[in-house]
Structure formats: structure tokens, C-alpha cells
């Protein structure tokens, strides 16, 4: 036998780490993209270097989920899901579960959760929020590190409401906006993706 074999498992540490170095680039250059959320960013990466897995949902000291920001064709509309657990108008979102990929995360979960397909995910982050899940359970309360992508419509707009959701809508952005009993940082979201144009 001749040449030299990389041990088991060095290509998926290697992968790892590049998944790790391009999340940590996106929130510094999103810290200079939205400087009003640059100490956020700089919360988000250095969780990034927890010895705990944070991209596993069993760090209860806190932990990465991915959402999308749904727009339709018209970039007018975005899809809320009534939140089952939580009872709130939210977007479509979820745990990372291992996957370093978050962008493909929020694509994965607006999938998931609109039964849509033909979905197109930017790859620049479009809004970080860490907020509190409350106990539910067995599960303890914790924090989500919430790490927010735009993802696009494709031709088809009818979705399924899937069993996490009591019901889905597409609901006018600037509706939303203007909502004062919206969540908050789903107002914001709104107002900055009117803002962008």
C-alpha cells in the first residue's frame, strides 16, 4: 500500500471547522453591515467557540436555531406560522441540530414547516436575535441564538400547514410593521426589509 490516508474522520473535522470560520465572517461582516447589532454579532460568535456543542439543542445554557424570513414573489407578503408551543405569529424556524450550515438550516425549516418547494435561501444573514424559550415540558427554559435569513418564494405560494404549526398566512410586510402586538423583533425584521427596499 503507497501514499499517505487521512485518519477517520479528519475530512469532517476539517469541514467543521470551515463551516465555523465562514459563520464567524458572516457575523463580522453583518457587525459592519448593521451596526446597531454589532454587539450582538459579537455575542453569537463567540458562542461559536463553546467547548459545548452549541449547535446541539442539549446545551441548555443556550443554543443556534436558523428562521427564515419568507418573502413571495411580489416581496410584498411574508409567511408567519402561528406557533404551536409558543402561540405567537412568528417566522418559519428551528434547531440547527448539528448542522453548521445555517443558512441551509432556515431553508431546511421553511420547507418543513410551508410544505413549499422551489425555496431560495440568501446566503448573508439578515437578522440575529437571542431570546428566551420558556420551560415546556420536560425542557427546561434556555436561550435561542436565532440567526435570521432571507428565503425566497418560488412559482408555487400554496403551503401545508405541518403539525408544529396551528396555521400559516401570508400577511402584507407592511402590515406587519405597523403591528404593535407583533413580536418585536419580527417588527424589526419588517421595518428593515422595508427599509433595504
Keep these: 500500500m503507497?501514499?499517505?490516508?487521512?485518519?477517520?474522520?479528519?475530512?469532517?473535522?476539517?469541514?467543521?471547522?470551515?463551516?465555523?470560520?465562514?459563520?464567524?465572517?458572516?457575523?463580522?461582516?453583518?457587525a459592519v453591515r448593521r451596526p446597531e447589532q454589532a454587539t450582538q454579532a459579537v455575542e453569537f460568535a463567540a458562542l461559536l467557540r463553546d467547548p459545548e456543542?452549541?449547535?446541539?439543542?442539549?446545551?441548555?445554557?443556550?443554543?443556534?436555531?436558523?428562521?427564515?424570513?419568507?418573502?413571495?414573489?411580489?416581496?410584498t407578503r411574508v409567511l408567519l406560522t402561528h406557533h404551536r408551543k409558543l402561540g405567537l405569529w412568528l417566522?418559519?424556524?428551528?434547531?440547527?441540530?448539528?448542522?453548521?450550515?445555517?443558512?441551509?438550516v432556515a431553508l431546511r425549516e421553511a420547507e418543513e414547516e410551508s410544505g413549499l418547494s422551489g425555496l431560495r435561501v440568501d446566503p448573508e444573514i439578515f437578522d440575529l436575535d437571542r431570546h428566551w424559550i420558556p420551560e415546556h415540558r420536560d425542557v427546561p427554559g434556555h436561550w435561542h441564538y436565532d440567526v435570521r435569513y432571507v428565503v425566497h418564494a418560488g412559482d408555487n405560494e400554496r403551503y401545508v400547514v405541518s403539525p408544529e404549526s396551528i396555521d400559516l398566512a401570508w400577511r402584507g410586510i407592511r402590515d406587519v410593521s405597523d403591528d404593535a402586538q407583533a413580536d418585536a423583533s419580527l417588527r424589526r425584521m419588517a421595518q428593515r426589509w422595508l427599509a433595504d427596499g
Excluded: I
Design 91 to 104: 417566522q418559519p424556524g428551528g434547531h440547527a441540530d448539528g448542522d453548521r450550515d445555517l443558512a441551509r
Design 53 to 75: 456543542d452549541p449547535f446541539l439543542r442539549a446545551r441548555l445554557a443556550g443554543h443556534f436555531t436558523a428562521s427564515a424570513w419568507l418573502v413571495d414573489r411580489s416581496r
Design 2 to 30: 503507497t501514499g499517505f490516508q487521512e485518519p477517520a474522520g479528519t475530512d469532517m473535522a476539517s469541514h467543521e471547522a470551515h463551516a465555523l470560520d465562514a459563520l464567524d465572517a458572516a457575523f463580522a461582516a453583518y
